[in-house]
């Protein structure tokens, strides 16, 4: 096991050799264990079964922009890992106040949600300049939705009819998008959508779009 992991088993766990425990490798993969050595530097179990968790029929790759407040985008990694998501990219937008995002502390706080949901797909994390992300993604076959705040448009994403495959979810910085990132997704095919019928912070409407489709799963 790996120093960190050995650490928490051995310091904090207590854990002693013969215990049981679960390992993943965040890559759809459970196996139960047994330990056969316990030490701060280096714990060393035997798997004694695995089995294969299959992906969510209803995948969500969730593109959202920071916010000033990195805190907030630590807690919605941790829940939304929780929840369930394939894949989360910071997309730096012109209103965002925020345009950098420590990807190795994010990545260290997903794999403990990982560890405490007991689950087995660990998301990617990237971070993407608007524009290029759009281009990126209109190689794709995801269905595209963006959610910002127009008065004018009554679409809401939990009555979007969803099939199998990849959802894409975009979500705006707390200045919202600008008109002309908006045109821009209208370009590429994004359909516009509503998140309830309130005005939500970008970390809780990046949460409530992650339980809908965690809802169709």
Known sequence: MSPDDSRHCAKALRMRPGDAIRLTDGAGTLADASLLSVAPDGCVAEVTARREVPPRTLRLHLAVAPTKNADRMEWLVEKTVELGVERITFVVCEHSERRRIDLDRMHRLAVAALKQSQTAWLPE??????????????????????????????????????????????????????????????????????????????ETAALFGCVIVASHN
């Open 125 to 202: 994390l990237q971070m993407a300049d608007f524009k290029d992300f759009i281009a990126e993604q209109a190689a794709t076959d995801a269905a595209r939705y963006v959610a910002w705040c127009d008065d004018d448009n009554t679409r809401q994403f939990a009555d979007a009819d969803f099939a199998a495959g990849t959802v894409l979810l975009l979500i705006g910085p707390e200045g919202d998008f600008s008109p002309v990132e908006i045109d821009l997704c209208r370009t590429h095919g994004y359909v516009e959508v509503k998140l309830g019928s309130r005005r939500l912070r970008t």
